[in-house]
């Protein structure tokens, strides 16, 4: 029998092979260990390429860093990032900037009706020398329109541009968006309200509406974008009653929707701007919920039109609860003082529906540290996309509120530690619903220009959209093109 021949060749080669597989193997699996590793953050996306996530990342007030993981910035360049802080709302200069072209519009719509006369040429007063005043009382609640132009005004002077969120632009072609300096609801409760004689046709109010169409639909600006990138004023309910369907294109600052259809005004288009709280503000607050004994408290109009039906069907179910405060009052006399001390010494406050879905009330109770029991089916909230509410707020249904012992074994039921919560985020929330001069980082002002800047993106996609046609459109006036267009659209 032949002997088999050893062949080295053959054993090299089955060896090789082997160890070929092996290798083969091993890095098989280390390649898929990669990739799971991998997986645990979102390193293969250019970060580049996605919007500055800082400027709104507002709703979380620990000091972990910002966590809105898809936020918007608007075309224009952001400053370099400086070293975070521990509360990324203090970094100012993390904020994108939002350049506004502001129309010189004539004294009379807006300081002039504050009494103050142009020297000059000039229809803006030197701020930096005085401030005109405005009204006090119930007029202030309203005022937002104030607050935002002397902003922009005093966004040219030297060392302002740094802090501010929005810039004044004096070339419509680099704005993002078009500002109408129109103080309509001033103009409202200087020429109706204060004047109820003159509320026919011919009024100062109407005047100066009409005047306002005919000045934008001269605009070249106004022109080209059809109205959608200028923004537009009209926080009291009724200001802008004759001009609204006209410019409804544009975008609103308003207090709610409750009187505008929803082809005029709605939340995707619109900003919902906070009203002015009118009651003492809660300076060094070391109240805790054994210190304030009226667990829930309401001071106000008791019978309302519209939706503000409920407030009387809820003075009958709680009048006679004890530790309740349910009450008529007004701002006449000594009333704004008496409801701040109310308001104060209470653990809740009632935020209820009136002849509007909104009303001041809430805003007087965020700044009196009082926690707010919002009974308001068609209530809109500012800032609502980044500030989560029901972190300091309770809300209630209309018709559980009507519910016999609902509302008030609702309210019993939250205890000391839960209220405690909430009242500690009221303190930390509250600046984001402060309006003043200076305006400050983090206030109502800035909080209102940031709205504005997360719109930007839905301006310029509308604005494209509706181009797409200009060349080939019949029976319609094709787009303008001979005006530069803004850059910042493109």
């Known amino acids: 029998m032949a002997e088999r021949n050893f062949s080295p060749v053959g054993f090299f080669s089955r060896n090789s092979l082997l160890c070929l597989f092996t290798i083969t193997s091993i890095l098989f699996v280390l390649s898929w260990l990669s990739v799971l590793r991998s997986t645990g953050g979102p390193r293969f996306i250019d970060r580049s390429l996605l919007p500055n ?3 709104f990342a507002v709703s979380d007030n620990s000091n972990s860093e910002s966590q809105n993981p898809i936020d918007i910035e608007p075309s224009i360049e952001n400053e370099e990032k400086e070293p975070e802080e521990e509360n990324c709302r203090k970094c100012s200069s993390n904020y994108p900037i939002l350049k506004v072209f502001m129309y010189d519009l004539p004294a009379e719509f807006h300081f002039g009706l504050l009494n103050w006369t142009p020297e ?9 020398t005085k401030i005109p005043a405005y009204p006090g009382g119930l007029n202030l609640q309203h005022s937002i329109e104030y607050w935002l132009t002397l902003d ?3 966004s040219e002077f030297p060392g302002f541009q740094n802090a501010h969120t929005a810039i004044r632009v004096h070339n419509s072609s680099e704005a993002d968006v ?13 020429f109706i309200k204060m004047r109820p004689r003159r509320k026919g046709k011919n009024n100062g109010n109407n005047q100066l ?3 306002l169409v ?9 022109n080209l974008s059809e109205g959608r990138n200028h923004i537009i004023m009209a926080h009291h309910p009724n200001s802008m ?3 609204r369907m006209k410019l409804s294109s544009s975008m609103f600052i308003l207090s709610d929707f409750g009187r505008y259809p929803p082809h005029v005004a709605n939340v995707g288009k619109d900003v919902i701007a906070p009203y002015k709280h009118v009651i003492k503000g809660f300076i060094n607050d070391t109240s805790d919920f054994d210190s304030r004994p009226t667990l829930l408290y309401f001071q106000g109009a008791i019978y309302r039109k519209d939706g503000g039906f409920i407030r009387h069907e809820l003075y009958y179910l709680l009048r006679d609860e004890k530790d309740v405060h349910f009450a008529f009052g007004n701002t006449q006399g000594d009333g704004i003082n008496k409801a701040s001390i109310g308001m104060h010494s209470s653990k809740f406050c009632l935020n209820i529906a009136g002849d509007t879905p909104s009303s001041n009330r809430l805003f007087d109770a965020i700044a009196s540290h009082c926690v707010p029991v919002i009974i308001s089916d068609e209530i809109e909230l500012p800032y609502e996309d980044v500030l989560d509410y029901s972190e300091f707020c309770i809300f209630v249904r209309t018709s559980d509120s009507l519910k016999e012992k609902f509302l008030i074994n609702l309210i019993r039921s939250i205890k000391k530690d839960e209220w405690t919560r909430m009242w500690r985020r009221l303190k930390e929330v509250e600046n984001h619903f402060e309006f003043q001069y200076p305006s400050k980082e983090g206030d109502a002002v800035q909080m209102i220009w940031q709205a504005i800047v997360r719109k930007v993106p839905s301006i310029r996609l509308k604005l ?14 094709r787009v303008k093109t001979s005006m530069q267009m803004p850059k910042n659209f493109w």
Not at 178 to 190: A, C, E, T
Not at 214 to 222: D, S
Not at 464 to 477: C, K, Y
């Open 53 to 55: 996530s800082k400027p």
């Open 120 to 128: 000059g040429e000039s229809v803006w007063p030197d701020i930096r």
């Open 152 to 154: 922009l005004l005093s």
């Open 178 to 190: 078009v500002f109408v300096p129109f103080f309509s609801s001033l103009s409202y409760n200087h």
């Open 209 to 211: 509406q009409d005047k």
């Open 214 to 222: 005919k000045f934008l639909n001269a605009q070249a600006e106004w």
């Open 241 to 243: 009653l004759d001009a």
């Open 464 to 477: 494209h959209r509706s181009r797409r046609f200009a060349r080939t459109s019949v029976g319609r006036e």
